[in-house]
């Protein structure tokens, strides 16, 4: 456990996507470099079975999210940075300065990052799923209970108008924050929001044909399928 734990770490350093972005069962995204220095992204299998989170999400909603949503955005970044003299190959560093980009690169890279992020936030579901370690005590004390937690979560992903994220960060302080952003943004965007521990997808074709218009009840399955073990390591990350 301890091995596998080192490599996840490892892995999301060298790949340059931060370790939140990364899991012991390997990364949804690695980098080629081209001849003129700019990166090109690259779309990897998921890190489990299409169907490993039924009943949950279902085995087609995984196949068209990350074979046709997801490989689009990867597909439309490369696009949007071929011409480019330079083009970080850590996303992290674009959304620094995001401000600086325009619309197309903004959001497929955000749509990338996100997604990969997202693959790996997740794992086949188990009874009374629960947060763990560190990150479970935190939880605790920033929220009173789990349950708080949760309907606070559910709230914000409720809330989130149109398509986006719900987010828990840890900010800057080490204090736990729940928060939302629009389309494909994240909170490497926001200033002073904070490190990623875990994210929810709210566009709608992430749950549609399964739960139709019903996002309640989406984001209240989601927690059969959290990998805790995942968001310890990103709550516990320097």
């Known amino acids: 456990m301890e091995n596998s734990r080192r490599d996840f770490i490892k892995k999301s350093s060298l790949l340059g996507l931060g370790a939140i972005a990364a899991s012991n069962m390997g990364m949804a995204a690695s980098l080629l470099e081209t001849n003129n220095h700019t990166p090109s992204f690259t779309l990897e299998p998921l890190p489990y079975p299409a169907d490993a989170l039924e009943p949950y999400i279902d085995s087609l909603t995984m196949q068209i999210h990350h074979g046709k949503h997801h490989n689009a955005y990867v597909t439309n970044l490369n696009a949007a940075i071929k011409d480019l003299n330079h083009f970080p190959d850590d996303l992290l560093e674009v959304f620094k300065t995001i401000q600086r980009y325009p619309a197309s690169i903004r959001n497929n890279a955000g749509g990338h990052w996100n997604h990969t992020f997202f693959w790996n936030i997740l794992r086949p579901g188990k009874e009374n799923n629960q ?20 309907a606070a979560f559910k709230k914000e992903a409720s809330g989130r108008f149109g398509s986006g994220w719900a987010w828990l960060v840890v900010d800057k302080k080490g204090k736990l924050q729940i928060v939302s952003t629009p389309n494909q943004d994240n909170p490497y965007m926001l200033k002073n929001s904070g490190k990623p521990v875990i994210g929810l997808d709210v566009w709608e074709h992430a749950y549609y044909l399964k739960y139709q218009n019903k996002r309640a009840d989406y984001i209240d399955n989601f927690w059969a399928i959290v990998n805790w073990d995942a968001a310890e390591v990103h709550y516990n990350a320097k």
């Open 131 to 150: 947060p763990v370690g560190n990150l479970a005590n935190a939880i605790q004390a920033s929220f009173g209970s789990f349950d708080n937690f949760k």
